[in-house]
T-cell receptor
Framework: GENVEQHPSTLSVQEGDSAVIKCTYS??????FPWYKQELGKRPQLIID?????GEKKDQRIAVTLNKTAKHFSLHITETQPEDSAVYFC???????????FGKGTMLLVSP | DAGVTQSPTHLIKTRGQQVTLRCSPK?????VSWYQQALGQGPQFIFQ???????QRGNFPDRFSGHQFPNYSSELNVNALLLGDSALYLC????????????FGQGTRLTVV
């Protein structure tokens, strides 16, 4: 089955800095890669996703890049703000299936 | 439009007991997937229901079972509870095999003592 590795497990940055979280996946058939943000005690919320026919996608301060050959994808957050502090999960899914395989998460702490 | 709703929000059970968790999917969605999230870990897929049948299953024992009703709502049942079953149980709804993003409920925090 699919295996998703996520690094780093914790990331501390100063407000205004950029943050990068990286994930690798094992199943070359996976073609949908969402990123979820989970604040303490709350549900995971989708913040951005990318499909395998696209190499990069941006949404304001958030961007995701995908390298299908190397089977890795990354989340980039620019101009970080304290409210970006949360646990971020990457996930992978196969075409047409809605089951997700998650990474173990990255705790992002943005200090003012 | 209500999102995905789960009940109860918190539950405390004794080892060996049985528990039932409930999920109502987002309006317009027909597929419900259940995930277990242990403390400090990512969600792990338990199983997925579509058209009242279990369509996919993750690496969980038979103590974990489920059901989907004609209105697309779903239940997760866990028998013979173990201490290790303590976790946040998340329900996610989607449209079957469309690749549409999954929406998560708030989860049920199960504590087994």
């Amino acid at each position: 089955g699919e295996n998703v590795e996520q690094h780093p497990s914790t990331l501390s940055v100063q407000e205004g800095d950029s943050a990068v979280i990286k994930c690798t996946y094992s199943d070359s058939a996976s073609n949908y890669f969402p990123w979820y943000k989970q604040e303490l005690g709350k549900r995971p919320q989708l913040i951005i996703d990318i499909r395998s026919n696209v190499g990069e996608k941006k949404d304001q301060r958030i961007a995701v890049t995908l390298n299908k050959t190397a089977k890795h994808f990354s989340l980039h957050i620019t101009e970080t703000q304290p409210e970006d502090s949360a646990v971020y999960f990457c996930a992978a899914s196969k075409a047409g299936y809605s089951t997700l395989t998650f990474g173990k998460g990255t705790m992002l702490l943005v200090s003012p | 439009d209500a999102g995905v709703t789960q009940s109860p929000t918190h539950l405390i059970k004794t080892r060996g007991q049985q528990v039932t968790l409930r999920c109502s999917p987002k309006s317009g969605h027909d597929t419900v997937s259940w995930y277990q999230q242990a403390l400090g870990q990512g969600p792990q897929f338990i199983f997925q229901y579509y058209e009242e049948e279990e369509r996919q299953r993750g690496n969980f024992p038979d103590r974990f079972s489920g059901h989907q009703f004609p209105n697309y709502s779903s239940e997760l049942n866990v028998n013979a509870l173990l201490l290790g079953d303590s976790a946040l149980y998340l329900c996610a709804s989607s449209l079957y095999r469309t690749g549409i993003e999954a929406f998560f409920g708030q989860g049920t925090r199960l504590t087994v003592v």
